[in-house]
């Protein structure tokens, strides 16, 4: 079996590599990734000893490098977590969310069909979704919920999801799709709310939260979400798509005030600052489609799992300086 990870120097990508090279050690991977500013090749350099993997720096949306690749390597399987993942830079530059989301999958989806890929798996979102209302505790997003965006970010991940269902009616690509919610752990850019309020802190920095932190996420540690994946790859059945939630919704002020408690820190340090445009209310995911179909279940609770988390950050302190400094940049070469 030969799997194309796309985006495995970013945060989630690389989280899947780590576990998926290791578990499946008859499988080899070849991670596909542009290193763009998120891509961090310190993420995944611990891979180079493995001898079922290889990496491969190149752009998604790059048709004759990606046709190339194909015809070299006769994938079985292809996972794309290539992606531009913030809402904030969607908001101030729409254009490379286009892009990478919309365009590179329909790459990626050509040259799975031309060469007889067995699984196309799209690494997609909840916000697809749109918002839900803070009052109504009762609902949660369903796989059937209508695709409704707020940012041009989800809206290119939406985009993304509707070209990947044509795929499958109009040419039969033997595709799956995943929507996870907000997903935190070890790699995630220091750009995201977490890495953001850990990273601050820890220099007792002044922690941003936008308009006054009422929006609702639902965590889900990121190794939940990659057996997810894996379950998906393994279980899933081809047309479909899973849902995978943390049943942990937050306020975006209870996340940062539980991190700066495991810091040991004053909440003297909260900053309410101007909010997001658009910013969605609340996300919360109704995962029991791939429970009872896949046999997924969480095994981190949102306590546990933020304390975890958090120790990493302290113990990688050099992890973060490597990226605020600019010198992440460099690691592929040296490497
Ligand atoms: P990330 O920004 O940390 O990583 C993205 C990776 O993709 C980087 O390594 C980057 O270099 C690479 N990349 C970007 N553009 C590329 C291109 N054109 N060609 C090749 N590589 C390219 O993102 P993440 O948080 O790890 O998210 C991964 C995927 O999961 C994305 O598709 C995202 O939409 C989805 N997702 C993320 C979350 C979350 O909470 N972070 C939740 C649900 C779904
Ligand atoms: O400094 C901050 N202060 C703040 O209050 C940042 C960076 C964020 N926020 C708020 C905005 C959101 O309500 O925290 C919440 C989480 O923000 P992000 O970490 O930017 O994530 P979000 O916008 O919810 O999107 C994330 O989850 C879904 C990922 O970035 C997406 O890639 C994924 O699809």
């Known amino acids: 079996m030969k799997v194309l990870v796309t985006g495995g ?21 070849v991670c596909l990734d542009a290193l763009t500013y998120a891509g961090n090749y310190n993420n995944i350099k611990d891979l180079e000893s493995r001898k079922n993997y290889k990496f491969v720096k190149g ?56 060469y007889g890929v067995k699984r196309y798996h799209q690494v997609s979102t909840d916000e697809v979704y749109g918002d839900l209302p803070l009052d109504r505790p009762d609902l949660l997003f369903t796989e059937e919920t209508p695709i409704h965006t707020s940012s041009p970010y989800s809206s290119s991940k939406a985009g993304a999801d509707l070209l990947v269902g044509a795929y499958y009616r109009t040419y039969g690509l033997p595709i799956t799709i995943s929507r996870c919610s907000n997903n935190y752990g070890p790699y995630q850019f220091p750009e995201k709310l977490i890495p953001v309020i850990i990273s601050k802190a820890l220099k007792n920095e002044k922690v941003p939260v936008y308009g006054k932190g009422e929006n609702v996420r639902d965590w889900i540690h990121v190794h939940d979400h990659n057996v997810g994946v894996d379950l998906i790859l393994h279980k899933g059945k081809v047309g479909e798509v899973y849902n995978l939630g943390g049943h942990s919704e937050r306020t975006n002020l209870d996340v940062v005030k539980t991190i700066l408690k495991t810091l040991g820190k004053s909440e003297d340090l909260i900053e309410f600052v101007t909010d997001r445009p658009g910013h969605d209310l609340r996300y919360a995911i109704d995962s029991s489609k791939s429970e009872k179909e896949l046999g997924w279940e969480l095994s981190y609770k949102f306590e546990d799992g933020i304390k975890e988390t958090v120790d990493w950050y302290v113990n990688h302190q050099d992890w973060i300086e490597d990226i605020l400094s600019g010198n992440y940049k460099d690691a592929y070469k040296e490497n």
């Open 9 to 29: 120097a970013g945060f989630i990508g690389s989280n899947f590599l780590y576990y998926m090279v290791d578990k499946y050690k008859d499988y080899d991977f």
């Open 59 to 114: 752009n998604i949306t790059d048709r004759d490098l990606v046709d190339k690749l194909f015809a070299e390597e006769k994938f079985d399987w292809v996972v794309n977590f290539a992606a531009e993942s913030h809402v904030d830079n969607s908001i101030k530059n729409p254009e490379i969310f286009l892009k990478t989301n919309i365009i590179g999958t329909q790459v990626l989806m050509d040259a799975s069909k031309k």
